[in-house]
């Protein structure tokens, strides 16, 4: 079956949507279909957001199947149009009014808010069948939009090397993520300064709080115990989950969250907020990981906790790998394709 999957492409930046879409055009070629992306630039400033809509209502799709992942690819047209959608676009929904987005609560915002739900219940309805990455994203689209979708999770990038350490406790607490206001790192910093243990942190990844972060440890008195290398290739980050005690991942209301299913394939068990979304639908309390109310102080404490007792934090570890080891891009393919029971 020749399949395109249809999403966006921001120039110069990547992330974990295009590392989903690489890996399901993978997926499809392996179980023999012929595959391949589709990327429609787009714009996210509200002045121009509803150009690329428009575009992908024009683009011709030559296909026996499409696949959409995200706003505003599932304004593609197709009568075998399958949607699986990892976001919309959330400044205009759960952002309608709030700092970062630039939805307000004046006259022009709102009507735009009003359009783009209607173009969105539209485009959205139009599918033959609607799944999406996560619960928190599902419940997102019933609530804004009246719209019922299925389930469908995914392996982690990584998922084949990441194994858990076969002998010893590891030495760090880690948190791979971007540098950025949506991914909270400065909880981790905070959190790794508020630690009574002697652990090295590593917050690994880059963006645009870099300096802002480095000058914050340093204030905190924690620059010699934090390490933040920066970018880290596939090898060492592999290394990074294989020698952690814990990974600290608490992101904003997360859509699905890559690293807590890294961290659980790598036998390490998560400490998280209790308004991280997706990253709660595996993350259980004293079960897989720790879940706080995201203040610095109670993650330090729950880091202090699992580093003091290696032998919880490799129970919930196991525990964490236990509930991900099922997931696969076969089950995806199958699903997504129809084909699977």
């Known amino acids: 079956m020749d399949v395109l999957v249809a999403t966006t492409q921001v120039p110069h930046m990547s992330g974990g949507l295009e590392l989903m879409v690489d890996n399901l055009v993978d997926a499809l070629g392996r179980a023999g279909h012929r595959a391949e992306a589709v990327r ?6 509200r002045g121009r957001l509803f150009d690329a809509p428009l575009a992908w209502r024009m683009v011709p799709l030559d296909a026996d199947m499409v696949v959409a992942v995200n706003f505003p690819s599932y304004y593609a047209r197709h009568d075998n149009k399958v949607v699986w959608l990892a976001h919309q676009h959330r400044a205009a929904y759960d952002g309608l009014g709030q700092p970062w987005s630039d939805f307000g609560l004046d006259d022009a915002s709102l009507e735009d808010h009003r359009q783009l739900l209607a173009w969105d219940v539209e485009a959205l309805g139009e599918a033959r069948r609607r799944f999406t990455i996560s619960q928190v994203v599902a419940d997102r689209l019933r609530t804004y939009c009246g719209l019922d979708a299925e389930t469908l999770y995914q392996p982690p990038p990584l998922a084949d090397r990441l194994t858990p350490r076969t002998a010893g406790r590891g030495d760090l607490v880690l948190c791979p993520t971007r540098l950025e206001a949506n991914k909270r790192p400065g909880l981790f910093v905070e959190a ?3 630690m009574r243990t002697e652990v090295r942190g590593v917050l690994a990844g880059t963006g645009s709080l870099g300096p802002e972060l480095r000058a914050r440890a340093t204030e905190l008195g924690a620059g010699d115990r934090l390490d933040m290398p920066g970018f880290v290739s596939d090898d060492a980050l592999v290394d990074l989950f294989r020698n952690a005690v814990a990974v600290v991942y608490a992101p904003f209301d997360e859509d699905y969250g890559f690293v807590t299913l890294q961290a659980f394939l790598a036998g390490v068990p998560v400490v998280t907020s209790d308004d991280s979304g997706g990253v709660l ?5 004293e ?3 720790l879940v706080t109310d995201g203040s610095p102080e109670a993650m330090g404490a729950a880091l202090d ?3 003091g007792d290696p032998e919880f934090a490799a129970r919930l570890g196991a525990a964490g790998r236990e509930r991900v080891l099922e997931l696969s891009w076969d089950h995806v393919v199958t699903t ?3 084909t699977g029971s």
């Open 305 to 307: 906790r699992l580093a």
């Open 40 to 45: 429609i630039p787009v714009a996210w400033d």
């Open 336 to 338: 997504l394709c129809g």
């Open 281 to 285: 639908e595996w993350v259980e309390n």
């Open 287 to 289: 079960v897989t990981g």
């Open 192 to 194: 790794v300064a508020a």
